[in-house]
């Protein structure tokens, strides 16, 4: 017996993984999100430093520079620095179709993003099943909206139930359903061996549909392709995906994130 547990402790060898290292690169979270219903007059904006692959902690950003302007108007909205990574501002003045530009000053150089607020439909239905998902044993919910006729529109929809931090991601572009009534389902796997995983009655999910730009739809695509092809040996390599923030002064240090201006409508919804 000694012999055998002193066999299957020297086939354990302690591996050291080294992963690329870089110098830290600032990481923008602009999206600035107009509640239907709301003055979207609140707005935060996220500033951070890039970290190496095995830390867990954010490195914050303070003492930048922060301001959008709306380039139709020539409106400037500051945002003030809160001391922790939050800009913030309690003036936005949201506008459909405007076109806006984030510039931010940080460690002498400036970084520039240009887009344009984009709208959403009302959604007009929410509707739980157990026939629009992929088992017809586990329930599933689904969203119905009107898209908007002769019009190139995208969508990101945000799924999230609560007591759940998993964060379901879903693209859409209306190239072949223009002008329809469009639904999207969320359908959480089975599991056998623990019932509570998928949907059940009472469980609470907020549903977010969100008007996004051409741009933001590429760009989250390859983010959601990334993400789900972790672990799957046929997936391409990841790469690295750059935002639209550039760096005007020196193009090299460019920054990771994107700014985004949408305007959204948020559902909670209850499992019957």
Do not use: H
């Not at 998902?133 to 799924?159: A, H, K, M, Q, S």
């Not at 972790?230 to 994107?258: H, L, M, Q, R, V």
């Amino acid at each position: 017996m000694l012999i055998f547990f002193g066999i299957l402790a020297s086939c354990e060898d302690v591996i050291d993984v080294e992963v690329p290292t870089a110098s830290p690169r600032l990481v923008v979270e602009a999206s600035i999100n107009w509640e239907k219903g709301t003055t979207g007059s609140n707005q935060t904006i996220k500033l951070s430093t890039s970290t190496p692959y095995f830390d867990t902690t954010a490195n914050n950003v303070t003492g930048a520079s922060v301001k959008v302007t709306n380039t139709n108007t020539n409106t400037e909205y500051v945002f003030v620095d809160q001391n922790n990574g939050i800009y913030s501002t309690t003036n936005f003045t949201p506008i459909i179709d405007d076109s806006y530009t984030l510039e931010i000053v940080y460690n002498g150089e400036t970084y520039t993003a240009t887009e344009t607020l984009k709208s959403v439909p009302e959604i007009n239905t929410v509707e739980q099943s157990l026939e629009e998902g992929f088992d017809d044993d586990v329930l599933d919910v689904t969203i119905f909206f009107d898209d908007p006729v002769d019009e190139e529109n995208y969508y990101l929809v945000r799924f999230i139930e609560e007591g759940d931090s998993r964060l379901i991601l879903e693209t859409l572009s209306d190239e072949f359903v223009n002008g329809n009534e469009i639904d999207i389902f969320f359908e959480k796997d089975r599991d056998e061996e623990d019932s509570q995983e998928e949907f059940n009655p009472g469980d609470n999910v907020m549903i977010t549909l969100v008007g996004i730009s051409e741009r933001f739809y590429n760009y989250s695509d390859l983010l959601i392709e990334q993400y789900d092809g972790g672990g799957d040996p046929f997936s391409t390599t990841p790469a690295e995906i750059k935002g639209n923030c550039i760096n005007e002064t020196n193009a090299d240090n460019y920054a990771f994130g994107f700014f985004r201006l949408s305007e959204i409508q948020t559902i909670n919804y209850t499992f019957e």
